[in-house]
Structures are given as C-alpha cells and as structure tokens.
C-alpha cells in the first residue's frame, strides 16, 4: 500500500535566504500564544496496555483531521497564483506519483494530493483496521513516518506562507497548539527524519524548547537556528 501515499523531495528553491526573511511566527509574544497549557510530554507518551500501532493509528488519524481543517482555514489564500509552488522557506517539495513520476504542482495541489492519499489510507481497513481481531500490516510503522512527513510540510507551509492570514484570523494559538503537540508525538517515536524537519529548526526550538522533550529525534529541533535552513540538500 506504500505508493497510496506517493513520494515527495525537496530541494532549495532559489528564494532569498529564509535567515534574511523576517520571520513573523518567531516572535516571542506570538510564539507563545497557545490554546490549552497541558504537559505534551505526557500526553503524546503511550499508555499502559495500549497497542502501540493502535496508538499511532489513532494519533496519526487525529493529527491528520486536525491539520486539514488548520490548513481549510487559510486555503482560500493558497491559490495556484499566490503560492505556484509547495515551498517552505527556501525548500520547494515535489510530489511523485505511484509510478515515480516526479509531478510539478502547486501547494493547494501538492496540498491535495497529500490530503487524498492520506484519506484513503486511514479509511482503508487493510492498513488502519478499526473491528476487533484486525492486524495492522508490517508496513504500518513506514506508512506512519511518511503520513507524518507529508503533514509536516503543510504545516510547515502555512507557517511559512499563510501565517499572516492566520494571524489576521486569531487562529496562530491553534496553529502553535498543534505545531507542539505534532512535533513531539513524532520525536516520542521517531517518526520524522531530523533532516527533513531540519527547515523548521528555529521554530521548533520556540516553541517546543519549553514543552518538553520526547525519545528519540531530540537534534531534529535544537540549535539549528536559521541559518541551518540554507542547507536543505535535496532528497
């Protein structure tokens, strides 16, 4: 089932420097606007006598719905014509198909495509079984990491592109609520590659400096700082 999700690579997209951009979401009375004060360590950590593919099913489905309907609240703004390609910062994603075939879109169609695929994927039975007596497939944990990586980069991209629309609309304490709670459920399990969210670095260390830290991942967030975004290579 791994081509549902297809691939994407990213690659520096030629844009001024992300260091040289002033960067409204790092600043500190914004950064720590946030919609519950809860302890995110304790809340992303597995429970006793919980199935851990039953709790990365049930997070990773409740992260997706959550991310689509942050993402609906500023689609109006990500046209074809405003954002003509997926970029964050100075990184550009692409989509590749079941094929391999690389697929030049835009972010609400890059958007799309991650949105689609990942429906289909928790709606299918055969990969997030929901009836009692159901095994999850030996794949599961891969599809996981690459569910996540995807979702970070629509993250990634409204906080890059769209954050002064969700800032207009008081809604940057639930995209900062959910950026933290996200991130450190993937670091508890090591399910996004430091590398690939090494584009965020600065505002991972915002936010999540003083959320705790989970297992695993920990470089991913810590002391890159902006000038560390320079160096995405491409994948």
């Known amino acids: 089932m791994d081509w549902l999700m297809g691939k994407s690579k990213a690659k520096p997209n ?5 260091s040289e951009e002033k960067k409204a979401y790092l600043d ?5 606007s946030r919609i519950t004060d809860c302890e995110f360590k304790e809340l992303v950590a597995l429970p006793r006598e919980i199935d851990l593919n039953e709790w990365l099913a049930s997070n990773t489905t409740t992260f ?14 990500c046209t074809a014509e405003a954002c003509q390609t997926m970029a964050v910062c100075n990184t550009q994603y692409y989509w590749y198909d079941e094929r391999g075939k690389k697929v030049k879109c835009t ?16 709606t299918d039975e055969d990969v997030f079984p929901t009836k009692y007596g159901r095994e999850f497939p030996s794949s599961f944990e891969s599809l996981v990491k690459r569910i996540c990586r995807h979702l970070f980069h629509v993250l990634a ?27 450190l459920f993937a670091r508890e399990f ?33 002391g890159g700082g902006p000038g560390a975004q320079n160096h995405v290579k491409e994948r």
């Not at 500190?28 to 720590?32: D, I, Q, S």
């Not at 090494?198 to 989970?214: F, H, N, P």
Request: hydrophobic residues 35%; contains cysteine; glycine residues 12%.
């Open 107 to 122: 972010a609400p169609q890059y958007v799309d495509f991650v949105m689609s695929s990942v429906q289909k994927l928790v």
């Open 64 to 77: 997706f719905h959550h991310v689509n309907l942050q993402y609906s609240t500023v689609s109006e703004f």
């Open 157 to 183: 991209h409204i906080y890059s592109s769209h954050f002064k629309e969700t800032l207009a609309l008081e809604l940057h304490g639930h995209l900062n609520t959910l950026y933290v709670h996200f991130i």
């Open 190 to 222: 090591n399910l996004l590659d430091p590398k690939e969210t090494a584009v965020m670095d600065d505002l991972t260390e915002v936010l999540c400096s003083g959320a705790g830290r989970g297992g695993g991942g920990g470089d991913g967030a810590g």
């Open 14 to 18: 030629g844009k001024k420097p992300a």
């Open 28 to 32: 500190p009375e914004l950064a720590k």
